[in-house]
């Protein structure tokens, strides 16, 4: 597997970001971190190149919500999926009920800050460098709104 994204937990615990705690979710940020630096480095011993990851984006929902870059708005499919997935987290004592209703009430707040129904928000690790200034259409339709829509 050569991705050209990872997408993990936020590493930096209580450092320069607006996280106050230091969790599980911090370490599996941090490892991930490893990893994927550990494949850029090239050496001598081994079967394939090294591979260089060209985006890192961190998961927003530990990040305080001045500090996200944008969501991914969640369509009725896309949301249906991520509460199947969060009902697989044992450990969380998650049974469908309880992580669709989990994901309503954190994906509806991450929505709201993004005008939309359900939203996950992500952190991006450097600054994005693109070929042109992109204009999302989610953001034309939002900018087509009128006032009274928009309350």
Same mark, same amino acid.
């Given at each position: 597997m050569r991705p050209d994204v990872l997408i993990t937990e936020n590493p930096f615990?209580?450092?320069?970001f607006r996280m #106050?705690?230091? @969790?599980?979710?911090?370490? *599996?940020?941090?490892?991930?971190l490893e990893a994927r630096d550990r494949a850029a480095a090239p050496r001598a011993s081994a079967s394939s190149p090294?591979?260089? #990851?060209?985006? @890192?984006?961190?998961?927003? *929902?530990?990040?305080?919500?001045?500090?996200?870059?944008?969501g991914v708005e969640l369509d009725d499919e896309l949301f249906?999926?991520?509460?199947k997935a969060e009902a697989c987290y044992e450990t969380q004592t998650h049974d469908a009920e309880r992580a669709r209703s989990r994901?309503?009430?954190e994906l509806g707040h991450i929505g709201r800050l993004f005008r939309t129904r359900y939203a996950e928000s992500f952190v991006a690790e450097q600054p994005l460098l693109e070929a042109r200034l992109p204009v999302p259409g989610p953001?034309?339709?939002?900018?087509?709104?009128?006032?009274?829509?928009?309350?």
């Open positions: 615990g209580d450092s320069g #106050v705690h230091r @969790t599980d979710h911090t370490e *599996v940020g941090r490892a991930a090294a591979h260089r #990851v060209a985006l @890192t984006y961190f998961a927003g *929902v530990m990040f305080d919500p001045f500090d996200l870059d944008f249906y999926l991520r509460v994901m309503a009430v953001m034309l339709t939002l900018a087509g709104e009128t006032g009274l829509q928009r309350l």
